[in-house]
């Protein structure tokens, strides 16, 4: 999601030099209008890609494993829907929803504290509800490491598993975090002879921590996890901008030669940014920082300031004025190295050399005290500022290089329309290995990431997503790409599930420890396939991408978008608004 940096440098150039004294941390995502009754629950975004707002009977807010474990009781015993909510709930889709109406919130909010640290083993244990900050510092302070991790650091270790989630690298055990799982403790219901909830403990080796590392939260709620961590060490950083005329074959290749290596292409540019980042040695000099300027507070006025240009660009606005609006973030970002400095104050030059911890992940905007939302994280609902989707998918690495010779021909069809992309830094392209868990890939894979407009107004057509849905629709159809659980919309997860081999060892382990399904929900259903389909087919859906369309209805036909065939992978269907005659492969 690095694209949504995007919006910084406009911040920068609207605000100036105004000077943070502070942000707002973001809003909790559980609700409640009486105590801990009558709630609602949602992402950090305020808002799942149907729109609905979710509600739930109550929440209880457990400080210990024993309180845990009473909370899943009540609610097994009653029979009750219940899902965990986490600090912030970063997931777009639905998962953090129980479902019906009165269901039960079960948040970890409060459990986030360091059971044990075994530096003789480099093993860790910490409770589910850990922040990635937290966890990445403590174990840094007992001199070891996680070698990977997603890049943001808002998420907990509970819910960043659940979703599969990820950093890149190919080497050793890859980029997953759940790679580095070797144990943990879950709470599930029971019969009532069991008191009606019971902990499992799941050490290496154990067949059911393939299925509860990666569990999208339907198994019961993870108690402790436990980590096996590496010596402390370093990484050096550089970043190298280059022409994209070899993308295809670098895509293929640059994981190998980089641990940590990952790539953004800007297709209007043409250019691709290489991160070439690898391990060193502790005693090499160097204490660097990675504060990236996209995860860091922006101020509220210049938020609403990007957001209000931005949308009178989407509205109103010519390929011309967009294209050229697009050039300014990535030049921003790559004048102000990402928001890497080499010492944790200046940037002195290429490479940034520093500890693992300094590195791996930031976001600095989930921090700050609450200064009255003078400033937020980019995306804080409370204000009007950029609302976006993220969609991220993963492609087999042997398949790769062919899905980006597709993309760029679909580029090269129309260069322009590629200008949205480029405004949000573009594709990140990395690598995450093959992996045990049964809902983990099932391939070393290529996962490319893409951020973009999102209309306040549901419905709302945009210029040119013909582009972004085809090119999606292709890697999910043709590449059989597998979209990452915590991101995306819900076409996304139409059939999902089936390119999962494993996925019936899953649900079998599902129905051995939540018989009942008291943790499923309507949503967990439709993703796993056990019922109905996570699409709804209505009247404009295919610009949500709540459908892929079938029919003008699903698009827009009164403002001019009709559901076509698409470009360059023919089986799409896709909104655009252009004459059905005006074909530009006829004019090539
Ligand atoms: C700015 C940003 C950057 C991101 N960068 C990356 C990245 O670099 N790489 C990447 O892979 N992903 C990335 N993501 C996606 C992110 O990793 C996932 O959305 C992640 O799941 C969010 O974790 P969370 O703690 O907010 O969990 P939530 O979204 O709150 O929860 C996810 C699911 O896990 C369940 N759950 C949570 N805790 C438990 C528990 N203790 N026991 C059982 N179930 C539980 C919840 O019920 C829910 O079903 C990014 C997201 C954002 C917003
Ligand atoms: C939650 O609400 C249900 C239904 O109203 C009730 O039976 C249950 O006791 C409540 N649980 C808590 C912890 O308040
Ligand atoms: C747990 O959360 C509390 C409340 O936000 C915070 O003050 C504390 O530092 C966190 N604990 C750890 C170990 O990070
Ligand atoms: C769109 O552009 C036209 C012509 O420049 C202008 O008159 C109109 O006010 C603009 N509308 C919006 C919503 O910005």
Redesign the pocket.
Same mark, same amino acid.
């Given at each position: 999601m690095r694209g949504l940096l995007v919006i910084l440098p406009l911040v920068v150039l609207l605000v100036g030099p105004l000077r943070l004294v502070g942000a707002s941390p973001p809003p909790q995502p559980v609700a409640c209008t009486s105590g801990t009754s009558d709630c609602t629950v949602t992402n950090v975004y305020g808002s799942f890609p149907d729109r609905t707002i979710c509600r739930a009977a109550n929440a209880s807010f457990p400080r210990t494993e024993q309180e845990l474990v009473a909370a899943v009781a009540a609610a097994a015993a009653a029979k009750r829907k219940v899902k965990v909510a986490t600090?912030h709930s970063h997931s777009f889709p639905k998962l953090a929803c129980p479902g019906g109406r009165d269901g039960t919130i079960i948040s970890t =909010?409060?459990l986030?504290?360091?059971v044990s640290v075994d530096a003789g083993r480099r093993r860790m244990t910490v409770e589910s509800?850990?922040?990635l =900050?937290?966890?990445v =510092?403590?174990a840094a302070a007992a001199g070891l490491a996680l070698p990977h991790s997603p890049y943001w650091y808002g998420i907990t270790i509970g819910g960043l598993l659940a979703t599969g989630a990820h950093g890149s690298s190919l080497w050793g055990k890859g980029s997953a975090v759940h790679e580095y799982v070797v144990g943990l403790r879950i709470v599930t219901p029971a019969p009532e002879s069991q008191g009606f909830a019971v902990v499992r403990e799941l050490v290496a080796g154990d067949p059911d921590l393939d299925a509860a590392k990666v569990s999208l939260g339907v198994l019961g709620v993870i108690s402790h996890v436990t980590l096996e961590l590496q010596p402390q060490f370093k990484r050096s950083v550089r970043f190298v901008t280059r022409d994209d005329s070899d993308f295809a074959e670098k895509v293929a290749v640059w994981g190998g030669l980089h641990e940590f290596g990952d790539m953004a292409w800007l297709p209007r540019q043409g250019k691709l940014i290489y991160r070439e980042d690898d391990r060193v040695d502790v005693s090499m000099t160097g204490n660097g920082l990675n504060d990236y300027l996209g995860f860091r507070a922006q101020p509220t006025l210049g938020l609403i300031t990007a957001r209000a240009a931005e949308e009178r660009l989407e509205k109103n606005g010519t390929d011309i004025a967009r294209c050229l609006a697009a050039r300014v973030p990535a030049a921003l970002f790559e004048l102000q190295a990402y928001g890497f400095t080499n010492d944790g104050v200046f940037f002195t030059g290429w490479p940034v050399v520093g500890f693992q911890h300094r590195i791996q992940a930031s976001g600095t905007c989930i921090s700050s005290p609450e200064d009255g939302l003078l400033s937020s994280c980019t995306w804080d609902p409370r204000i009007r500022g950029p609302f976006f989707y993220n969609s991220g998918f993963s492609i087999a690495l042997s398949k790769a290089p062919a899905f980006v010779a597709d993309m760029m021909r679909l580029r090269d069809l129309n260069p322009r329309a590629f200008c949205d992309m480029d405004a949000k830094l573009g594709i990140l392209m990395r690598y995450v290995k093959a992996s045990s868990a049964y809902l983990g890939k099932p391939e070393d894979c290529v996962d490319f990431d893409v951020t973009y407009y999102r209309s306040y107004t549901d419905g709302e057509p945009r210029p040119h997503s013909d582009m972004f849905d085809e090119l999606e629709q292709m890697a999910l159809r043709k590449y059989g790409a597998i979209p990452h659980w915590g991101k995306n919309r819900n076409f996304a997860f139409d059939g999902a599930v089936a390119k999962y081999p494993n996925s019936g060892e899953f649900l079998k382990v599902k129905d051995r420890y939540d018989p009942d399904g008291i943790f499923s929900s309507e949503w967990s259903d439709q993703v796993l396939g056990i019922k109905g389909s996570p699409n709804i087919v209505d009247v404009r859906c295919a610009i949500e991408g709540l459908c892929v369309c079938s029919d003008d209805s699903h698009c827009s036909p009164e403002q001019g978008y009709f559901c076509r065939p698409g470009k360059v992978f023919k089986e799409a269907m896709v909104c655009s608004d252009e004459k059905p005659t005006g074909d530009r492969r006829d004019e090539l």
């Open positions: 600090r =909010r409060f986030n504290r360091t509800g850990m922040v =900050r937290d966890l =510092r403590a």
